[in-house]
């Protein structure tokens, strides 16, 4: 646990006059024992948000603990931070659950990462139905253990219907194999005389990514790394060309709603641009 102990938050909206902005008043017990408040603007929220959820290891050890134990407090952080997102009013969170190349980890800790899914599902699913949030899955669902995969699918399957946030997990996800697998299917279109070469654009290749299915909000605009690590690792490498990035030194089992409300406060500041220039630079 951080030296932030988070207690409360309150919503509220500040009048028209004021910008029409959401006024967010984080209770916080620090240590000059002082409230603190973080004010965001509506019209800015970004629809997509990712996380590379980073940290569980260095959490673990700091404590002496197993590092399955930062896995298992990471999981209750994914159920805060996605009930979070969702009253944010955000359209899709994507968290970064488990790459292909995470295979490499020594064998008890993949085991237990792999009974993750199926402990998070089972425990929260009711709660994620409530929320109205829909579960999505991006990654090699076929390579997971069955019971992974079995705890995935009715995962997907009991949220269907439902209308609100999409709380997307990249798991067994990796980007270049993503990209790979995205020209495999567009060579074989073409090959079959089904997709002129001619026509293929950014378009077509973003709806050939696993994030097709995310349309109209494929790409995120906010990609977030907890503990303080400065790379992409193998995530959404096509998708984030115009992604703000945001690096914080906070652990993943650390993080709290308000560091994601101070994560995307710093998005609001930034000037995107798009390769463009602002009327002033003109």
Not at 44 to 71: T, Y
Not at 141 to 162: G, M, R, Y
Not at 194 to 223: F, H, N, W
Request: glycine share 6%.
């Amino acid at each position: 646990m951080s030296r932030y102990q988070f207690f409360a938050t309150i919503r509220a909206i500040i009048s028209e006059g004021q910008g029409g902005k959401f006024l967010f008043t984080k209770l916080f017990k620090n240590n000059n024992d002082e409230a603190e408040q973080i004010e965001l603007d509506e019209s800015k929220i970004p629809n997509h948000i990712a996380i590379i959820m980073d940290g569980n290891g260095r959490w673990a050890k700091r404590r002496h603990l197993p590092r399955i134990a930062g896995h298992r407090q990471g999981m209750d952080v994914v159920r805060e931070i996605t009930r979070a997102a969702s009253d944010l009013g955000v359209k899709v969170l994507t968290l970064y659950a488990f790459s292909t190349e995470n295979w490499k980890r020594p064998d008890d800790e993949v085991s237990f990462l792999m009974d993750l899914p199926v402990k998070f599902f089972n425990k929260f699913v009711p709660e994620l139905i409530e929320q109205n949030v829909r579960v999505n899955v991006m990654g090699y669902v076929e390579q997971l253990p069955a019971k992974t995969k079995k705890a995935v699918l009715d995962a997907i399957e009991q949220t269907k219907d439902n209308t609100g946030m999409v709380l997307n997990f990249a798991l067994n996800y990796g980007s270049r194999a993503e990209i790979v697998t995205a020209v495999k299917e567009l060579s074989q279109q073409v090959k079959s005389g089904s997709l002129e070469v001619e026509a293929i654009d950014e378009q077509t290749i973003s709806r050939a990514l696993m994030t097709g299915k995310l349309a109209p909000y494929c790409d995120p605009e906010l990609i977030i790394r907890t503990s303080g690590e400065e790379r992409i690792s193998n995530f959404l490498l096509w998708q984030l060309a115009y992604s703000e990035l945001v690096f914080t030194e906070t652990l993943w089992p650390d993080y709290q709603p308000a560091n994601l409300y101070q994560d995307i406060k710093t998005y609001q500041s930034r000037d995107r641009r798009f390769g463009g220039v602002t009327e002033e630079e003109k």
